[in-house]
């Protein structure tokens, strides 16, 4: 029997379809997926597109990343739902 936690990459692209086929633009906020769990990070904007992704800028100091980033690593920023600050 197969269960959602078996097949981790089946359950990321049927929870992230918006990052399938997503047209981004440099000056755009989105997330960044973390390599070390796979979850996203918010804070980020696009500062170039590229033919093999996307070159970021971090909000919080306004330093480019020393690397790039795939396209399928890079959705757009989402609002979070059901807080009041947001």
Do not use: C
Request: proline share 3%; hydrophobic share 35%.
């Amino acid at each position: 029997m197969t269960t959602i936690l078996d097949e981790p990459n089946d359950m990321m692209s049927a929870v992230d379809p918006a990052e399938r086929g997503e047209s981004l633009e440099a000056g755009m906020r989105v997330e960044v997926r973390r390599r070390f769990d796979a979850h996203w990070a918010r804070g980020f904007e696009i500062i170039a597109v590229t033919e093999s992704g996307y070159r970021l800028r971090r909000l919080s100091d306004g330093e480019e990343l020393p690397a790039e980033f795939a396209f399928e690593d890079v959705r757009r920023e989402r609002k979070r739902q059901g807080q009041w600050w947001y």
